[in-house]
């Protein structure tokens, strides 16, 4: 190979659902029953109208480019449905629209970040926000994200970072929260703007799962004066809609921000294509009530999944506030055994059984501080969810006895020793 990769690349590290779900998939491709709770992905179809309308568009042609910004049509009724959902004031101007929420990640850190910027984040985190950081040669300052606050961001952290850091600039904040599924509460947000009043720091808001709260409700910082001028907030279809496939996500900011992200996505997609804008436009024009209905059905699966898992001994959940993923506490399984939190998922993929699999995340695949736990999503079937604990309670009980299972998950670690507690080197996060 001629020359070499930069060292950004070279020391990239990725999401690693996406890696899992490739194992998933080949098993599952090789015969093996799989049960993929390992994505934040959906069980439930593209609802009816997008899909109608996407039909519509591509018989009409709408194939070619478009303006980088999205529709105007889609700009507008994205506005309209944010003043109709959150009570949010926002005009078609302050909409930018992208492939999925994620690549806002990307543009936001381009916009604002320059070498040597201190940006916080908060840990549990989602994997990529770090990558993006690194990608602009600025500096992620982790906080932990605390059981015992129910994970919420704590606002201490948020007012040590701006005491110790002269070139902070940046806050990263996810609510409803993945992994952990914690909410920010209005106290919470009064905390951040008194804190971020008169800095020059930005807040990326990361709001896939706005429609996911359990408890309590879902709040952005767009609704509070004193964050609306310093926050880039971002949303997606990939969840409330179930179609992540189709890629589409938007941005909400100040105009002079969201002309920042216009050149931006001149300079890098282009445009989302037109097809795929009508068809979200159409979903939040006219797929509101399924919309509905798969968050009800959501929240049914989590609360399944709560109490099912809390059955198992070892093994402690509380409840998520938002979001369709359950944080659940296994440490002392992983104590037991001698194994890591992404160790044991892995084991329950690839190494327990030869015919069954269970697909999952370690927490460390979110952060340090994530070790320990187990991140389950809901993207199957109600009876699968079930046959997913069973089989965990199943191989965590085989093991735990000395005998042919226990030997079987030592030859495995010993293939394996990246997943021995205390041995943990994993890159990938
Ligand atoms: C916190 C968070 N941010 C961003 C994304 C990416 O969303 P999208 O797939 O729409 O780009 C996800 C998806 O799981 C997420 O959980």
Redesign the pocket.
């Known amino acids: 190979m001629i020359g070499s990769f930069s060292r950004f690349a070279a020391g990239l590290t990725t999401e690693t659902a996406f890696d899992v779900l490739a194992v998933a998939r080949r098993l599952r491709a090789a015969g093996k029953d799989v049960i993929e709770l390992q994505i934040?992905d959906s069980p439930f179809p593209t609802p009816p109208h997008a899909l109608a309308a996407a039909h519509t568009a591509l018989d009409a042609d709408q194939t070619h480019y478009g303006p980088s910004l999205g529709l105007p049509e889609f700009r507008t009724a994205i506005a309209q449905s944010l003043q109709r959902d959150f009570g949010l004031e926002v005009t078609a101007e302050q909409v930018a629209v992208g492939a999925?929420?994620?690549?806002f990640q990307t543009f936001f850190c381009e916009a604002f970040l320059e070498a040597g910027d201190a940006v916080l984040i908060y840990e549990p985190a989602?994997p990529t926000y770090v990558p993006n950081v690194l990608r602009r040669g600025a500096v992620p300052v982790v906080a932990p994200l605390r059981p015992e606050r129910g994970f919420r961001p704590d606002p201490h952290d948020l007012a040590r970072f701006l005491h110790t850091q002269p070139r902070a600039k940046a806050v990263f904040l996810?609510s409803p929260h993945?992994p952990t599924g914690s909410v920010l509460s209005p106290d919470d947000l009064l905390a951040f703007a008194r804190l971020l009043h008169d800095t020059p720091v930005w807040l990326f808001s990361?709001e896939?799962?706005c429609h996911m709260v359990w408890q309590g409700r879902h709040i952005s910082p767009l609704s509070l004066p004193e964050l609306r001028e310093r926050t880039v907030a971002v949303y997606?279809?990939?969840?409330s809609y179930s179609m992540?496939g189709w890629?589409c996500?938007f941005a909400v900011a100040p105009v002079p921000v969201i002309q920042v992200l216009g050149k931006l996505l001149n300079t890098s997609l282009s445009c989302v294509p037109p097809f795929v804008q009508r068809a979200c436009q159409a979903a939040l024009e006219q797929d509101g009530p399924t919309r509905d209905q798969y968050m009800h059905r959501f929240r049914t699966k989590v609360d399944l999944l709560v109490r099912e898992l809390n059955r198992l001994e070892g093994i402690t959940v509380t409840p998520p506030a938002g979001t369709f993923y359950v944080f659940a506490d296994v440490r002392p399984i992983c104590q037991r055994l001698g194994i890591t939190s992404h160790g044991l998922a892995m084991y329950l993929l690839e190494g327990a059984d030869d015919r069954q699999g269970l697909a999952c995340l370690g927490g460390e695949c979110f952060g340090a501080s994530g070790q320990g736990f187990l991140r389950f999503s809901c993207a199957e079937p109600d009876e699968r969810l079930v046959q997913a604990v069973q089989f965990l309670g199943r191989v965590v009980a085989a093991v735990s006895a000395d005998g042919p299972a226990a030997a079987r998950l030592h030859r495995w670690l010993d293939q394996h020793p990246q997943y021995r507690r205390g041995e943990d080197r994993a890159t990938s996060r």
Do not use: Q
């Not at 997606?236 to 969840?239: G, I, W």
């Open positions: 934040g999925g929420a994620k690549i989602f996810n993945n990361d896939p799962y997606t279809f990939s969840k992540s890629r996500g």
